[in-house]
Every structure is written in C-alpha cells, then in structure tokens.
C-alpha cells in the first residue's frame, strides 16, 4: 500500500463556546476555508484538537461534522492513539465509515522500549484495513521511536507514513535515506517543514495551516515542485508567527489568529489555558501583516 497523504495535511483545531461545548458551525466554517486555501488532506481530533479533552461522542460528530463540510474533497485522516493497545485496536475496529487513514501516535506516559513499541503497531495494523500514520513526537510521549523501529514498522502493508516530530534532523534524514518506496515522511514540526521537504520529506501534518493555509500550502506546494525561490519567501513569510503560536502552547496561539480571522472564538479547555495579553497581541498584529 503506498502512502495517499502527501503535500499540506492540517490538524484541524476543534472549536467550543464560551460554555466550552464545541462549536460545530465554526468547525464546518473551518472545514471550508481549508478546502479554499488549498490543503490537501484534514486530521481529525490529532493533539491540536485536543482529543484528549473529548468524549468519544464529541469525537464522533466532530468527524461527522468535518466529513459533512468536506463533502468527499479531500481525504480524511482520524486521530487514533494510546497507551492501552488493546483499547487501540478495539477503536479501530468500531470506526464509522468515510474515513482515508489513521494518524497514530507512539503510545506515551508508559515509556515503552522498541520492541513494544513496534509490537505496539503490529497489533493495531492488524485491527484496520485502512493506511495508519505513525506519529513520534518524544516531546509528547516521552519516548523515541527510533530510525531503526521506524523501517522496521515501514515493512507492514498498511503502515504508510512517519509524522516525524522528534527535530532530530539526522534520524529523519535517515529514515528519508532508508526508507522503502511507498512510505513517506511527514514534517510534524511546522518550522522546519521547509528543509525537510527539501531533504526529502513529502509533506507536512500542519498547525499553522489551520490559519494561514493560503500561503502554507503555497509554501509546501511549491517546495514540493522544486520551486524554492517561492517556497523560501513563504517560509520567511509565516516564521514568525509559527514560533508565536508554540511560544505557550498548543493550540492557543493558532486559536488567535483563527479568532482574528472571525472564525472561532478561543476558548479551549483545562488544562489548557489561554495565551499571555502580550503574546496575544502580537499574534495579532502579525496576523494582520500576513492577511494584507
């Protein structure tokens, strides 16, 4: 099975009201602007749609929500990780249709060794016909998947593609190096996109293009076709607001300019907090520069 998920995915933020019920209309809204700006593919309920704070119904119609606004445009890749691997398994076997693909991150807290880790996702590649994403972001899960688990996982049919968001740049270079036709590396590190796709890389599960993905996916379009004088500028373009919106978390400041953009509001709930007044305000302002 070769990788379908290539150039600018976007991990859709979920939006919610002042009561903290989520706001499905932003969503669609959302939905929509991705769909105009030229994404190419939708995660659904990734970190940055803090999944960890939703029900399993809330879960469920944020997907039916999102698949009603994309209308079969573009392809719909669903958040479907833990550290109870069984428990894994048993979602993936009771998923809804009219999903493309499973981003799964590398079970976290647990602090699995390798060997679990690639047992880890035998198991689950087995509960799904559908492609699965790998995710490492060690930042998260407080382990490491390293370049050797990673080929060693690639060999699996249905095992597609790495989400890479360790910034380890010499093991993704590695596992760009090594890794066989069909499977693809993912920048999961907005800032360092750019190099990767020129290191090799096909594309990126993205933050930023929740708000800026007119000039995101220009930026990742064009790199992809070589076209690196445009890619560069675009780059540069959005660099400083993509270290704003990680300055205080994830995805506070995204929800910033999403709400500057009349979007949404930016509400998020505990223990997520809101961003500083001071940070707030220069999101904003560069915001505005990017939207001129």
Not at 116 to 121: D, K, M, R, S, V
Not at 145 to 150: A, K, P, S, V
Not at 240 to 265: C, H, Y
Request: proline fraction near 5%; include cysteine; aromatic fraction near 6%.
């Amino acid at each position: 099975m070769n990788n379908p998920f290539k150039g600018t995915g976007v991990a859709l933020v979920t939006p919610f009201k002042a009561d903290f019920s989520v706001d499905y209309d932003a969503l669609k809204n959302l939905v929509h602007l991705q769909i105009q700006g030229g994404t190419d593919f939708l995660v659904v309920q990734g970190t940055t749609g803090e999944s960890p704070t939703l029900s399993k119904d809330e879960k469920l119609k944020v997907l039916e929500t999102v698949q009603e606004a994309n209308q079969g445009k573009l392809k719909i890749v669903y958040g479907v990780g833990g550290n109870d691997t069984i428990a894994v398994g048993n979602n993936l076997k009771s998923l809804p249709t009219g999903i493309d693909g499973i981003l799964s991150v590398s079970p976290y807290y647990n602090k699995p060794i390798q060997k679990g880790i690639i047992a880890h996702y035998s198991y689950i590649a087995e509960c799904t016909d559908l492609p699965i994403i790998l995710y490492n972001v060690p930042g998260r899960t407080g382990s490491n998947m390293t370049t050797e688990t990673t080929l060693e996982l690639s060999a699996i049919s249905n095992i597609v593609a790495m989400k890479e968001a360790s910034g380890n740049m010499e093991q993704i270079m590695e596992i760009i190096r090594s890794k066989p036709a069909g499977f693809d590396l993912l920048s999961g590190d907005d800032a360092i996109t750019l190099p990767l796709i020129a290191a090799g890389a096909d594309g990126v599960i993205s933050v930023v293009a929740n708000a800026f993905p007119e000039k995101f996916s220009k930026m990742v379009k064009s790199a992809l076709q070589g076209d690196f004088a445009v890619s560069r500028k675009e780059h540069y373009d959005l660099l400083p607001v993509t270290k704003m919106f990680f300055e205080e978390g994830n995805p506070g400041g995204v929800k910033v300019a999403l709400n500057k953009r009349g979007l949404m509001q930016e509400f998020m709930r505990l223990p997520l907090f809101p961003v500083s007044e001071g940070l707030r305000s220069r999101i904003s302002i560069e915001t505005d520069k990017l939207l001129a």
